[in-house]
């Protein structure tokens, strides 16, 4: 597809249980980053791809988040024993290496119950 | 305090005004600033972005930057009822591998027909 494409739309998880959020960016663009936005608030970094080396991860809130991009395409997002804290809308976006402004998809809403 | 600050609204303006939508910033850092339009449970979608102190103008739309006040506008201009949405500013620091944007909280529009 022409956009970031982003799966699932919606997830509920019970606390405790594990969840992956995938992020399909657009074709050709080496930037990955993830991004949490919590009700209200504008996006806030969690970690950033160049092709498949994760080169930033200063934003993750804990070991509980972890991100991988094995070849240097999609990426994805897992989160272990899910807090309500967790609850958000996740965003990926993807942009040309050389470039900074980047395109959202349009993200995966978490609920954690 | 925050890096980015951003008037919080919400701003509920009859069509046709002219808004005028500001953010403010700490760190002299950032060199590259964008704006971006967020509807409800969707991504954000970029408006417009500049690296440069002055004004960018797209149709309607008037991206203002003064660094050495560390202020950015957004101004629209003949607002429209679907320019209602949540405007973000964003801004980036250029340096080595950083490209991570760093937003503000948003401002919710409403444009009345």
């Known amino acids: 597809g022409a956009g970031v494409s982003q799966s699932p739309r919606y997830k509920v998880a019970k606390r405790g249980q594990d969840v992956a959020l995938r992020c399909d960016p657009i074709?050709?663009?080496?930037?990955l980053f993830w991004y949490q936005q919590a009700l209200g608030q504008g996006p806030e970094f969690l970690t950033y791809f160049q092709n498949e080396a994760q080169l930033d991860k200063s934003g993750l809130p804990s070991d509980r988040f972890f991100a991988e991009r094995p070849e240097g395409s999609v990426s994805t997002l897992k989160i272990q024993r899910t807090q309500q804290e967790d609850s958000a809308v996740y965003l990926c976006?993807?942009?040309?290496?050389?470039?900074?402004?980047?395109?959202f998809g349009q993200g995966t809403r978490l609920t954690v119950v | 305090q925050k890096e980015v600050e951003q008037d919080p609204g919400p701003l509920s303006v009859p069509e046709g005004a002219i808004v005028s939508l500001n953010c403010t910033y700490s760190n002299s850092a950032f060199q590259y600033f964008m704006w971006y339009r967020q509807y409800s449970r969707k991504g954000p979608e970029l408006l417009m972005y500049t690296y440069s102190s002055g004004n960018k103008e797209d149709g309607r739309f008037t991206a203002q930057v003064d660094k050495s006040s560390k202020y950015i506008s957004l101004f629209i201009r003949d607002s429209q009822p679907s320019d209602s949405a949540t405007y973000l500013c964003?801004?980036?620091?250029?340096?080595?591998?950083?490209?991570?944007?760093?937003f503000g909280s948003g401002t919710q529009l409403t444009v009345l027909p």
């Open positions: 074709s050709g663009h080496v930037s």
């Open positions: 964003a801004m980036s620091v250029l340096s080595g591998s950083a490209r991570q944007l760093t």
């Open positions: 976006a993807s942009s040309l290496t050389v470039r900074v402004e980047a395109f």
